[in-house]
């Protein structure tokens, strides 16, 4: 069965505190992992995609990363802004239409 | 107007009520979305219309009923909803449904059935 599971689902950081957002996947082929932010209020807005192993995108504070099994998302020395929840998704092959989206890592950043 | 509008942003109804959900893209997309998200719960996927042909239906019951006239415009009719759909429902946006096109959302519609 197609999974997307985000880790943790809550994490507190200190403004300037560096950390990282786990997002793991089983499914049966990945053709795209998307990195979307969603503030309070908000629909999701979107960051990166990023399609085989080895692929790295960097916005900003931001970097995402991707391995056959996971993702992650790096977030270097964050500010209060940066708050948010971030959600991980992948479309699988065979089905383009589909987007399997995990729970989402709700981020609050300290001043 | 730009991006992905929907209305209304809140909406409450009894749950013999007939309501509509509107979404308006100014992307220039082809490809348009329903998805259902519920506190603490991965975004549901419910339809997908693509040329404005309904090209996935997630199993979703059929008091729910998508709607969409041209590539700008989707429409979700509610009727005899279930307390359990209480939600926010976003619509997304994308160029077409092939591999890697990022979806562009709307800021949702939050319904609470009564």
């Known amino acids: 069965e197609d999974q997307v599971t985000q880790s943790p689902e809550a994490l507190r950081l200190q403004e300037g505190e560096s950390s990282s957002l786990n997002c793991s996947y089983t499914v049966s082929g990945l053709r795209g992992l998307f990195w979307y932010r969603q503030d309070p209020g908000k629909g999701p807005e979107f960051l990166f995609t990023?399609?085989?192993a080895g692929e790295e995108k960097e916005k900003e504070r931001l970097k995402a990363t991707l391995t056959k099994k996971e993702s992650f998302l790096h977030i270097t020395a964050p500010k209060p802004e940066d708050s948010a929840t971030y959600l991980c998704a992948v479309q699988i092959m065979g089905n383009f239409n589909k987007f399997y989206f995990g729970s989402g890592t709700k981020l609050n950043v300290k001043p | 107007e730009t991006g992905v509008t929907q209305t209304p942003r809140h909406l409450v109804m009894g749950m013999t009520n007939k309501k509509s959900l509107k979404c308006e893209q100014h992307?220039?997309?082809?490809?348009m979305y329903w998805y259902k998200q519920s506190a603490k719960k991965p975004l549901e996927l419910m339809f997908v219309?693509?040329?404005?042909?309904?090209?996935e239906n997630n199993s979703v019951p059929s008091r729910f009923s998508p709607e969409c006239p041209n590539s700008s415009h989707l429409f979700l009719h509610l009727h005899t909803l279930q307390p359990e759909d209480s939600a926010l429902y976003l619509c997304?946006?994308?160029?077409?449904?092939?591999?890697?096109?990022?979806?562009?959302f709307g800021d949702g519609t939050r319904l609470s059935i009564l």
């Open positions: 990023l399609y085989s």
């Open positions: 219309y693509n040329f404005k042909e309904q090209t």
């Open positions: 992307l220039g997309h082809n490809a």
């Open positions: 997304a946006s994308s160029p077409g449904t092939s591999i890697g096109q990022p979806q562009h």
